[in-house]
C-alpha cells in the first residue's frame, strides 16, 4: 500500500450556526447546525464525520474535533446534500475541551467545520451486525438508516452502562424497531455478552462496530478467534490515542527549517507540531484514517497505527504522527 501522504488543499470550509440542542442523556447533547444562509449543505454517506474547528483558550493555534453525523429518516438520503447536520456529543470532563466546548454551545452559535468525509463507510453486504457502544452509536445509527433505505437486513446491538445512559432510543425503536437490542451493564438480563452475540451470527457475517476502544478490541479479537476474515470487520474508535507508560521525551527536527522542537513523554508528536506552528493534516488522532502521514528522513520510528502497511513500516520512511514516537531520541521530519 502506497501511504496517504497529507493533502496540500484543505477540506472545504464551512460556517455553520447552531439550530438546536437537545439533551437525550445527562452526558451527551445532540446538536444541529445549518448553513448561516440556509443553503444546501454537501451530502454525506453513512459513517461520515465531520471536523469542527475548536478554538484554543490561550490564543493558540485552533483545533479540530471529530464527531459523526446521525441519520435517522430512511425516506431522506443524505447523500445529495442536507438542511442540517445532526451531531451527538459526549462531554468529557477529562478530555481536552472539545467536547466541553461543544456542550457550552447555545443557538445562533457559529461553528467552522470541514465537509463531511468518511473513515468508516458501509459496504453492500446481505446481513449487518451493527454494534454500538455508548456515543458509538451516532455513526452506526446513520448505517441502520441507510440499510433500512435499501431494505436490506440487519441487526442493531446498543449497548451501554444503564439503560438512561443509552442516546436516542426513541429515535432507535421508531427506525429499527425489533432489529434494535439493547443492553445494560447493571442489567443480568441484558447485559452486552460478545460471545453470545457472535455464537448466534453467521460467521464472516459484516460487522460495525464503534464505541470504546476496550468494546471494539473485545469484538475484533473474538471474531478473529471464531475465523471472520478481516474484511469483514469494521470499526471506528471514538478515543484518541494517549500516552503510553514508559514513553519518553525525544527531539525532532524540521527539515525545511532546520527547526527542532522537544516532544515531551506526555505529549502526542501531532499535538507537538500543531503547537510550534506546523502545517499538518489530521483527523482520527488514533492512527487509522491516514491523514498525517509524514515523511521521516531519519530517525527510527516507533509505529503505533493501525494504518500503514507492515511494508510501509518497515520502510522506515513515513509515520503518522498523531500516535506513533520515536526510539532513538531523534527524528527528522520531512516538514
Ligand atoms: S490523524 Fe488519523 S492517522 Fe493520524
Request: glycine fraction near 8%; hydrophobic fraction near 40%; proline fraction near 6%.
Amino acid at each position: 500500500m502506497t501511504p496517504m501522504l497529507a493533502p496540500t488543499l484543505a477540506p472545504s470550509l464551512l460556517t455553520l450556526r447552531v439550530a438546536a440542542i437537545e439533551a437525550p442523556t445527562s452526558l451527551i447533547k445532540s446538536i444541529t447546525l445549518e448553513a448561516t444562509d440556509g443553503a444546501l449543505l454537501p451530502g454525506y454517506t453513512p459513517g461520515a464525520h465531520l471536523q469542527v474547528e475548536i478554538p484554543c483558550a490561550n490564543g493558540g493555534a485552533p483545533q479540530w474535533r471529530s464527531y459523526s453525523l446521525i441519520h435517522l429518516d430512511p425516506h431522506d438520503d443524505p447523500r445529495e446534500g442536507v438542511r442540517a447536520y445532526r451531531l451527538g456529543i459526549r462531554r468529557e470532563d477529562e478530555g481536552r475541551g472539545g467536547s466541553r466546548h461543544m456542550h457550552a454551545l447555545e443557538v445562533g452559535a457559529t461553528l467552522t467545520v470541514r465537509a463531511p468525509v468518511n473513515h468508516f463507510p458501509l459496504a453492500a453486504p446481505p446481513c449487518v451486525l451493527l454494534i454500538a457502544g455508548g456515543i458509538g452509536i451516532t455513526p452506526i445509527v446513520s448505517m441502520a438508516s441507510a440499510l433500512a433505505a435499501q431494505q436490506r437486513d440487519y441487526v442493531l446491538h446498543f449497548s451501554g452502562r444503564t439503560r438512561e445512559a443509552l442516546p436516542f432510543v426513541n429515535e432507535l425503536r421508531a427506525l429499527a424497531g425489533e432489529r434494535l437490542i439493547l443492553h445494560a451493564d447493571d442489567e443480568p438480563a441484558t447485559r452486552f455478552s460478545i460471545d453470545a452475540l457472535l455464537e448466534n451470527a453467521q460467521v464472516n457475517q459484516p460487522i460495525y462496530v464503534c464505541g470504546p476502544a476496550g468494546m471494539i478490541d473485545a469484538v475484533l479479537a473474538a471474531a478473529r478467534k471464531r475465523g471472520w476474515h478481516e474484511c469483514d470487520l469494521h470499526y471506528e474508535l471514538f478515543t484518541e490515542a494517549a500516552p503510553q507508560e514508559g514513553d519518553t521525551a525525544f527531539e525532532v527536527e524540521l527539515k525545511s527549517s532546520g527547526k527542532r522542537l522537544t516532544v515531551p513523554a506526555d505529549k502526542s508528536l501531532l499535538d507537538t507540531l500543531i503547537e510550534h506552528g506546523a502545517d499538518v493534516m489530521y483527523d482520527c488522532r488514533a492512527g487509522y484514517c491516514g491523514l498525517c502521514s509524514t515523511r521521516v528522513a531519519s530517525g527510527e520510528i516507533e509505529h503505533r497505527d493501525t494504518y500503514l502497511s507492515d511494508a510501509d513500516k518497515a520502510s522506515g520512511k513515513v509515520m503518522q504522527v498523531c500516535v506513533s514516537r520515536c526510539k532513538s531520541g531523534r527524528l527528522v521530519l520531512d516538514l
